[in-house]
């Protein structure tokens, strides 16, 4: 090419690359800048021909023409193809083509790209469109991954060698002749590590880099070929983080711009116009309309509705405004035919996409009032805002019930009745095929909420996430909405160990059913489902690629293959392209499975889930739950008791109206729970119906109960009232009966003779009739006779006759035709032929016989021959064929057949008439019988018909007779009942005259309380469901609303009622308090709620009552205890399921295990008749008695929603007044054993009486109930009754009096109220101090050990007030012994002073405001004060102080005044304190005597003084006034106040020895040594061992790794053997404590186990990890060195012994050494409190130090010198100082030591300090010595220390500080009444006011000149150096500081989305704490923020 011409394409082109290489990544807002930029710089240059139309960036170099052209020009146009799915189509914009073309361009040299810009500007789309078309021309393999928050480096290695082939074993690369480029989308999402880097991104840095990774497990390095990485990522900000510069320096980074709105119109016009072809004109001209509006509702969206952090999930991008379009896409030509149609669909989509994911009303009515406005605007439509809320828009293609997929029409739903039924219908189908049953009711919430799930399903590659709090029905209406679609719902279950792996298989399931068996699939995953949070992340890359990484192994990959091969070749794709058919499977499963998220809005999960994984919110339609309307609520509870029986109609209403009522007020309460106290409790939908459900089923056996008594007392007195009458009767019938029964007596004897007469004639008839008989029966025998012998006879002849004839029967004509053949017959044949023919009387010639033959009717002849005639000459002829052998019929059927059955028919005709012949003449004389028995029987019948005639006639004459006396007897039976009866009559209306009243009375109140049943149960139910988790003042006002509630809307309801009175009774209440479960009010209503439920209880338990009352209540009943923390927990669960045994599961946090979700939710269901459960991956039976108790030990637990609604949440915290009650029942039951005795017994027998009562009244009622007939006739039911009356009538009287006596007994208890009183106001502030530091944690049970022991063994007085003196002060001192020696020096005061102060409160010695003020001082930052009054003295703060005084608390009134008119001075002890100078000139005269006000009065404003102002104050009073005017002096003051109110012991140390430590402890109490730095307890130990006699008895291990196991095997030795263990530095072993409290708690389990003499001995460090149920129930001793020079020297002196002391042969001189040595300790300990004035480097000296010191004096003076040089260098220079680093302090030390240990130390009257106060005595015993450190200052002032006075100051300050900062903290947060800011307000406020004040960095051109001036040699001032550094960091911090300031503000009003940083901000103001993020930039700071 000729050089003029190719100069300027180069130049051209290079002017093309330099703007896109070195501008690529400029953003479109400097685009103009840069293009003028560049332009000037290539001014000069000719040969570059910039285009002068359009600017550089809408150019692209067109080597064809040479020159730059506009890339417009060569943007394609688009092609609607309705086949290609929405989410593959592209329309090319000029962007879309540029950064292609950019991107293709930057491969072809494989060099990096980087794209960036906001989200859903198209970076992943232009990335992945231009890969995928380039892919096979170019020869790449595109690979796509994606980023999350949770993604490591390890899984993005996994990734990218998954796509590798391995060449050789180092080598790895793309496939032949390939190059893979690996594209990261979000890139900058991985979240940082602890160091700030992001391990994913440092890995590809490393491949960037190196072009290599290393192998994970053998670490050798891997190199790898032919791979480019592009990658994509949005601005930092919300969750995604910078990235390192040193990766971003290998990319060329191109920012893509949105898109402008002109080209997003052009995109979706495009495609909307494509598909609108087919539509009718005036559908078609909408497009351009629905498109503007889109576009145009997507950006005011954008900009309106900010990502806040409460709606952290309003991120709008361009994929919303897509969906939206393709939402449109949904229309069928069918059903749109006309302009209105598809506007009202195009509103249906945008408000689904978005609309649905809007929180609040606000926001929602804002989307309407938009919407309406769009209508007009591009639709000319007029629509209301309001019209969307009251016919909201569905469209659904579900009304077809059962049409297939293509069938199914997207369509308008406006008739919202047959919805619903269809809706029902879909359900009802769904129950009949599903195991659980769903109840839903269709209000229209749900109906809107099922079609809008239906429609997110029925997309293509369309997911959902469903917001709303646990229990609104997001699951139950997916799998509704599965079902409509009909869709297979799959749900992970979650078993014991559920891990990644299990997931893992589950979601192979998932791509085998969406991809091999091509089933539309619906994953339906909650959040309670995360086990582990990389569950997201899969999902997160389902979402947005369809893959998880490293999902199948290879032979699970084939299988994928296999199984999609067959689809994929339908698509065209070759059976060999393994990855094209990999890509296929994915995308199928993509396009099946549609994945329904349901989550919880509660907390800030949700918040931080949707930041950390993207996809979550830009790949799924959001759908937000909310509260459920009252709509809802009241349309749910309406069709529950629709069908319920409540006595009257219109109560339904009113009931279903209360519950809404109820529901709502339960909300309010909680949020109310929350500002107060700041505990946490939710209701939702679930318990609403759980509400519901609870009444229909206690109603139900509420009122059968009722109704069951009150029918049977009513049957008692039917039956009293039926023998009333039966009485009345009786007389009557008593009268008339008498003289019937004599005419009754006179008939029967008439009868009698009669009857006699009439008997003598029929006897005379009998006799004949019976001679005749007997003749008759001879005849009759003898005609019998003659019969049976003719019969023989015949019986023998018979047979053969019929044989033969049987024979004939064989024969038929051929037969015989055979036998006319022979012309010559065989001999045999001739013989029978010839038999038969002298039969039939033919001749017997042959010729004969064949005419015999031949006759037709030959064998009906021989049928028919009448064989009774046969005459005797033919007899004769035959019998010499009959005797002839051959004539047999077994000879003859050899000749021929037929002639066989001739010859039986002749020899049977023969015999049988040879028998006739003799049968004949007998039957004849049988005739002539029979005749004469016939006269003789006739004649026989005539008489016998005759005596039946008289016999008759007697009969009935003996029946009158026997009537007639029969009824003679019951007369007489009926006089004496009658009479018998009037008698008991008599007695049983006596006997039930007063039952009578008492059951009338009865029925009435049974009758009224049936009436009141619907609202009592109610109420009742309500507090079951609702009310456990509040504490009791909540509960009382909650019912108060209730039952005013019910009131109001006329609901029957009985005045007063309570929880306790509807559904316990007392026994049952009394068999709990013996179990163990206390007595007061709260507790009792606990145990209700713990019995009554419908769900298990969760107890929240921080003192083990409750624990303690299941353990005592269910231990007969095989309790097993279990904690989630064992392993086995789930298999002991299962067992006792089984078998029906109760469970506790303890020690509960604040989450559930998921695997225990069926056994909260009884998901039991019924199969083959047996209950069962699915637990896990196994159905077990499940018995009816199994029960589950759940306690937590969390003192504030926050339970989220979700489990909220799967337990009952029941508060069992104790509460001060429940406590007294505790107390007092103790203090009774040990001062007056009696009362309590007493009191016992009348509970017991008021409770055996009225059980005694009830069984008679039971046994009266069940006997008049069974009695059936007349009542007068049981005798036993008469007596019963008569015993009964006596007995009701003395228990009755007994009961009365019982009542008295109970009153008596209750006012004597009250007497000891007081102690009561002041023992729960004691326990409440030693629970308190466990917030103090984890390490004093004291147990109730404990504490009430304590109390109750000490009340035992205190002194007895008889003057019962003295005794309670007694009591008070006992208990307040040993509590305080016993606790105060378990805490460190520096809480001891705090204790007591909390003690004192809770004391005085309590009396209301000290008001809430003082005490207020006095932790608080005045709240406010900046408010108005009065003008400070001129003088010199009068300093700011002092009179700023004044003034607050005089405003907030009314004693104070006036003092700013005063302090300017007369001297103010407050004394406390010997403490002055004087805010003002003691004598000025500015002062009026002295002030009058002081007279206290009286009641009610106020000081006037009349500027008089009143008197001096330490007379005006109270105790407390001066203390706030010591506060506010002297803050260093609080600690003095404090300590004198708790001397004056509690006593001297109270501000000092109690004495600790092992000794009585030993006492207190025993085989199953531990002692724990809580130990600081520099304390060690085992020496003492040691010598306590020794004294104990256990030296060679005790085992000592100090814990560490892996010395658990060996310290059990030592426990378990010593527990047998009865030694003693020592484990010391618990702190140590964490991982072992978990076992060491199993130990110990079993050591309180099974005491039989263990030796009497076994104790345990354990020491640790404060440690959050040590086990608190071991520190509650041990004794507890602190080891620290002491604190105060006086304490100091009395340990040591504690330590020394006597002969080490005393017997010395240095005499008085080695007593005052060793003195010396004891005291320089003391010194040197105490230095440490001034901070760096006592030393640089604060150092641990401890006791050993002193004990070596000594150890080290003794030897080297052993014979009676004392070599000073050598002592003092050791002492100085090793024993103590070995420990000092810093030169400075080895020099004070040395100084320090000459004071108190020289030569001239010895002199008499040397003293340790200049006022001569510290000297060493001359004194000779120990206790001398001992006597006199006793008498020490308790405070040291600091001249003793070389100190100047001011250097208290500081350190008393911060004491002060101390002390007021740890009061503070234990102290209930007050709540901010009325108007609560939001958090969100407080913390952009507080944000502001910080911003405001800080100044924008310190400038050093602003510090002094002359700091800079070098001196002569050039130096410059070292502390200049030091400025410029400070100020460098200082600029550091307040850059950090003001950037994060600002973000937050954004943050807040969702500028920016809320990342973790910021939300730690947030936190962390919300608490006033300094942000973490700061304290790393800056100074630690000791300050809350």
């Not at 909420?449 to 959902?464: K, T, V, Y």
């Not at 004469?932 to 016998?944: D, F, I, P």
């Not at 009068?1434 to 005063?1458: M, Q, R």
Request: include cysteine; charged fraction near 25%; hydrophobic fraction near 40%.
């Amino acid at each position: 090419m000729d050089p003029n011409k190719l100069h300027p394409v180069i130049a051209t082109t290079f002017v093309f690359c330099y703007v896109w290489c070195i501008g690529g990544n400029i953003i479109d807002a400097n685009w103009d800048a840069f293009d003028s930029y560049v332009r000037t710089q290539f001014e000069d240059c000719g040969d570059a021909k910039l285009p002068n139309n359009g600017d550089l960036w809408s150019c692209y170099m067109d080597f064809e023409t040479r020159r730059m052209d506009l890339w417009e020009r060569i943007v394609p146009t688009f092609k609607y193809n309705k086949d290609i799915p929405f989410f593959e189509m592209l329309v090319p914009t000029v962007d879309t083509v540029r950064f292609g073309y950019l991107l293709e361009k930057f491969l072809a040299v494989n060099y990096s790209v980087l794209y960036t810009g906001g989200t859903g500007v198209g970076k992943s789309v232009v990335a992945r469109g231009l890969l995928n078309g380039i892919a096979e021309k170019a020869s790449y393999v595109p690979v796509f991954i994606n980023f999350s928050a949770q993604t490591s480096s390890n899984r993005t290695q996994e990734m990218i060698e998954g796509k590798l082939e391995k060449k050789r074993k180092n080598i790895l690369g793309a496939p032949k002749d390939k190059r893979i480029i690996i594209f990261v989308d979000d890139l900058n999402m991985p979240k940082l590590d602890t160091y700030g880097s992001q391990p994913p991104i440092e890995l590809l840095r490393q491949y960037q880099d190196f072009k290599g990774f290393y192998d994970r497990d053998k670490l050798f390095w891997k190199d790898i070929q032919d791979v480019t990485i592009a990658a994509a990522c949005a601005p930092p900000g919300g969750g995604r983080n910078p990235v390192t510069p040193r990766f971003v320096r290998h990319f060329a980074m191109l920012t893509i711009p949105p898109p402008a709105e002109h080209s997003l119109r052009h995109m979706f016009k495009s495609i909307l116009v494509g598909f609108l072809a087919d539509f009718p004109q005036a559908v078609k001209e909408c497009a351009e309309g629905i498109v503007s509006a889109s576009v145009e509702i997507y950006e005011r969206m954008r900009a309106e509705l900010l990502p806040t952090p409460a709606k952290s999930h309003y991120v709008f991008n361009l994929r919303d405004l897509s969906k939206c379009v393709q939402g449109v896409l949904q229309a069928d030509v069918g059903v749109i035919r006309d302009q209105n149609g598809i506007f009202r669909l195009f509103c249906h989509e945008a408000l689904r996409v978005f609309h649905d994911r809007l929180i609040n009303n606000e926001d929602k009515s804002y989307f309407h009032q938009m919407m309406s406005e769009m209508a007009g605007k591009h639709f000319s439509q007029t629509l209301e805002p309001e019209s969307f809320v009251t016919t909201p828009i569905i469209f659904g293609d579900f009304m077809k019930v059962g049409a297939e997929p293509a069938d199914r029409v997207y369509e308008e739903l406006n008739n919202y009745t047959k919805l619903r039924n269809v809706l029902q219908d879909y359900l009802d189908d769904f129950n009949m095929s599903s195991s659980k049953e769903m109840k839903l009711v269709f209000f229209m919430d749900a109906i809107e909420h099922s079609s809008r799930i239906a429609r997110m399903i029925r997309q293509q590659r369309g997911n959902a996430l469903l917001v709303g709090v646990g229990g609104t029905g997001k699951q139950s209406l997916t799998r509704l909405a599965a079902h409509m679609c009909n869709y297979r719902c799959f749900q992970i279950e979650l078993s014991r160990g559920y891990d990644y792996t299990a997931f893992h298989d589950d979601l192979k399931k998932l791509y085998e059913f969406a991809g091999i068996q091509n089933e539309n699939t619906v994953f339906l995953f909650t959040d309670t489902q995360i086990v582990v949070e990389e569950f997201l992340e899969d999902i997160n890359n389902i979402l947005n690629s369809g893959e998880v990484p490293n999902l199948f192994e290879p032979d699970e990959y084939e299988r994928l293959i296999i199984g999609c091969r067959p689809g994929a070749k339908e698509a065209g794709i070759a059976e060999g392209n393994r990855d094209a058919i990999y890509e296929f499977a994915i995308n199928r499963v993509r396009n099946n499975l549609h994945i329904v998220l349901c989550m919880s809005p509660v907390g800030s999960a949700f918040r931080s889930r949707c930041r950390m994984f993207p996809s979550l919110v830009n790949c799924c339609t959001i759908d937000w739950f909310v509260e459920w309307p009252r709509e809802a609520l009241l349309g749910v509870s309406t069709s529950f008791f629709n069908e319920v029986d409540l006595g009257r109609d219109e109560l339904r209403a009113k009931i279903a109206e209360m519950c809404v009522e109820i529901h709502t007020s339960v909300s309010d309460m909680a949020e109310r729970y929350y500002a107060e106290l700041k505990r946490r409790y939710y209701t939702t939908p679930t318990s609403y119906l759980e509400l519901i459900n609870l009444y229909l089923t206690m109603l139900e056996t509420k009122k059968r109960q009722l109704v069951l008594a009150r029918d049977r007392v009513k049957n008692g007195l039917t039956k009293i009232l039926e023998t009333n009458e039966l009485v009345d009767n009786m007389q009557v019938e008593l009268v008339a009966l008498e003289p019937e029964l004599k005419k009754k007596s006179v008939d029967t004897d008439a009868l009698m003779e009669r009857l006699s007469v009439d008997q003598e004639k029929a006897d005379a008839v009998r006799k004949v009739v019976m001679e005749d008989e007997a003749v008759a029966k001879v005849k009759a025998e003898e005609t019998q006779a003659i019969a049976d012998d003719a019969q023989k006879d015949l019986d023998e002849a018979l047979p053969a006759l019929e044989a033969a004839v049987k024979a004939l029967d064989a024969l038929d004509k051929s037969d015989i035709s055979e036998l006319r053949v022979f012309t010559k017959p065989p001999e045999l044949v001739q013989t029978v032929m010839e038999a038969v023919c002298i039969l039939m009387g033919a001749k017997t010639d042959w010729g004969s016989a064949k005419v015999v033959l031949g006759d037709g009717q030959f064998l009906k002849k021989l049928y028919d021959y009448d064989k009774d005639n046969v005459p005797d000459s033919i007899l004769k002829k035959l019998k010499k064929y009959i005797d002839n052998p051959k004539f047999q019929p077994e000879q003859v059927e050899k000749v021929s057949k037929a002639c066989r059955s001739m010859c039986m028919w002749v020899r049977a005709v023969d015999l049988y008439s040879r028998v006739y012949r003799t049968v004949e003449p007998k039957r004849q004389k049988l005739a002539a019988a029979e005749a004469e028995l016939e006269a003789v029987m006739t004649t026989l019948r005539e008489k016998q018909a005759k005596l039946a005639d008289v016999e008759k006639k007697i009969a009935t004459l003996q029946k009158s007779y026997d009537d007639s006396v029969s009824e003679k007897r019951t007369l007489e039976k009926k006089l004496t009942l009658t009479a018998a009866r009037l008698k008991r009559a008599s007695k049983l209306t006596t006997a039930l005259a007063d039952e009578k009243v008492r059951w009338e009375q009865n029925v009435k109140d049974f009758e009224l309380e049936i009436g009141n049943v619907v609202g009592n149960v109610f109420v009742a139910a309500a507090c079951v469901a609702y009310y456990g988790a509040f504490t009791s003042n909540y509960r009382k006002e909650l019912v108060l609303r209730w039952v005013e509630g019910c009131k109001a809307l006329e609901i029957p309801i009985t005045e007063g009622m309570d929880l306790i009175s509807i559904l316990a009774d007392p026994f049952e209440i009394r068999q709990w308090n013996t179990d163990g479960l206390p007595r007061d009010q709260v507790s009792t209503e606990n145990a209700i709620l713990v019995t009554r439920g419908r769900r298990w209880p969760l107890m929240i338990d921080p003192q083990d009552q409750a624990n303690r009352w299941i353990r005592n209540k269910e231990g007969r009943n095989g309790l097993k205890v279990i904690k989630l923390t064992d392993g086995n927990f789930l298999r002991t669960l299962e067992n006792c399921i089984r078998i029906g045994m109760p469970v506790l599961l303890e020690e509960l946090g604040e989450t559930l295990d998921p695997a225990l979700e069926p056994v909260l939710l009884k998901q039991t269901f019924t199969q083959g008749g047996r209950l069962l459960i699915r637990l896990g991956d196994s159905d077990i039976e499940y018995d009816r008695n199994f029960q589950f108790y759940m306690t937590t030990k969390m003192a504030n637990p926050h339970y989220l929603p979700e489990v909220c609604i799967k337990v009952t949440i029941i508060n069992f915290t104790v509460t001060k007044s429940g406590l007294e009650d505790q107390l007092l029942s103790d203090v009774v039951s040990l001062e007056r054993p009696d009362l309590e005795q007493q009191r016992n017994q009348l509970i017991v027998r008021i409770n055996a009486d009225k059980n005694q009562l009830k069984q008679i009244e039971d046994r009266i009622l069940k006997l008049l109930f069974e009695s059936e007939g007349n009542i007068l006739d049981n005798e036993e039911l008469i007596n019963t009754l008569n015993e009964s009356k006596v007995t009701s009538g003395v228990i009755t009287q007994r009961l009365a009096e019982a009542e008295k006596t109970e009153e008596k007994i209750s006012t004597a208890r009250e007497k000891y109220r007081p102690v009561a009183t002041r023992g729960s106001v004691m326990y409440f502030v030693v629970a308190d101090m466990g917030q103090v530091d984890p390490m004093y944690q004291f147990s109730l049970k404990y504490f009430k050990n304590l109390f109750n022991t000490t009340i035992e063994v205190s002194e007895k007085a008889d003057d019962l007030q003295k005794r309670l003196e007694i009591l008070l002060e006992e208990t307040t001192k040993n509590v305080y012994e016993n606790v105060a020696r378990g805490l460190f020096e520096k809480d001891k005061l705090v204790f007591s002073f909390m003690l004192c102060a809770e004391i005085m409160r309590q009396r209301g010695d000290i008001s809430v405001e003082e005490w207020n003020f006095f932790l608080r001082g005045a709240a406010g930052m900046d408010k108005e004060r009065p003008h400070k009054p001129d003088h010199d003295w009068l300093k700011l703060a002092l009179w700023n102080v004044s003034c607050d005084l005089h405003d907030v608390l009314p004693c104070f009134k006036n003092v700013h005044k005063e302090l300017v008119a007369t001297p103010i001075c407050v004394q406390m002890g010997d403490l002055e304190v004087h805010p003002n100078p003691k004598e000025w000139s500015g002062y009026g005269h002295e002030p009058p005597e002081w007279k206290p006000l009286a009641e009610g009065e106020e000081i006037p404003d009349d500027g008089k003084i009143r008197g001096h102002w330490n007379e005006r104050l109270t105790n407390f009073q001066k203390l706030v006034a010591i506060k506010a005017f002297a803050e260093e002096k609080v600690v003095f003051a404090v300590t004198n106040f708790v001397r004056e109110n509690l006593g001297q012991m109270f501000v000092e140390s109690p004495a600790v020895n092992l000794q009585t430590l030993y006492e207190n402890m025993n085989k199953v109490t531990p002692l724990v040594f809580v130990l600081s730095t520099g304390s060690d307890p085992m020496g003492a130990f040691l010598r306590f061992a020794k004294e104990m006699g256990y030296s060679d008895k005790f085992q000592a291990i100090s814990l560490g790794q892996g010395q658990g196991p060996v310290a059990e095997k030592l426990i378990t030795a010593a527990v047998k053997a009865g030694e003693w263990v020592f484990l010391q530095n618990c702190h140590l072993a964490a991982s072992w404590m978990l076992s060491m409290e199993n130990i110990v708690k079993g050591f309180g389990e099974q005491p039989g186990d263990i030796h009497e003499d076994f104790r345990l001995f354990l020491s640790s460090m404060p440690a959050k990890i040590f086990p608190v149920t071991v520190l509650q129930n041990s004794v507890k001793v602190t080891n620290e060195p002491p604190k105060g020079l006086r304490a100091n020297i009395r340990r040591a002196f504690t330590e020394i012994t006597p002969q080490f002391f005393e017997e010395h042969i240095l005499g008085i001189n080695w007593r005052r050494i060793v003195f010396g040595v004891c005291f320089f300790h003391a010194i040197i300990q105490e230095r440490k409190k001034f901070g760096p004035l006592g030393w640089n480097i604060k150092y641990e000296f401890n006791d050993s130090d002193r004990e070596c010191a000594l150890l080290n004096l003794q030897m080297f003076c052993a014979d009676g010198e004392i070599p000073w040089d050598t002592l003092v260098y050791i002492t100085g220079e090793i024993t103590y100082g070995g420990r000092v680093t810093d030169a400075w302090d080895q020099r004070c030390l040395r100084t320090v030591l000459r004071s108190f240990f020289a030569p001239y130390t010895l002199e008499l009257d040397y003293k340790y300090s200049q006022s001569g106060r510290y000297f060493a005595p001359l004194y000779d015993s120990i206790d001398e010595y001992r006597k006199y450190i006793e008498d020490f200052q308790l405070i040291d002032e600091p001249e003793i220390f070389g100190m100047h006075e001011n250097a208290n100051i500081a350190f008393q300050r911060q004491e002060t500080g101390s002390l007021v900062g740890t009061i503070i903290d234990v102290q209930p947060r007050m709540a901010g009444g009325g108007g609560g800011k939001s958090s969100d307000d407080i913390v952009y406020e507080l944000a502001e006011s910080i911003l405001e004040k800080l100044m924008d960095k310190i400038d050093l051109d602003e510090a002094r000149q002359e700091l800079f001036e070098p001196d002569e040699k050039g130096r410059l001032n070292s502390l200049t150096t030091v400025l410029t550094q400070e100020v460098d960091r200082f600029n550091k911090l307040l850059k950090v500081i003001k950037n994060s300031l600002n973000q937050l503000l954004k943050a807040i009003k969702g500028f920016v989305v809320m990342s973790e940083e910021l939300e730690q901000i947030y936190t962390a103001f919300l608490n006033n704490q300094v942000p973490g993020m700061w304290a790393n930039a800056a100074y630690p700071s000791l300050k809350p923020l």
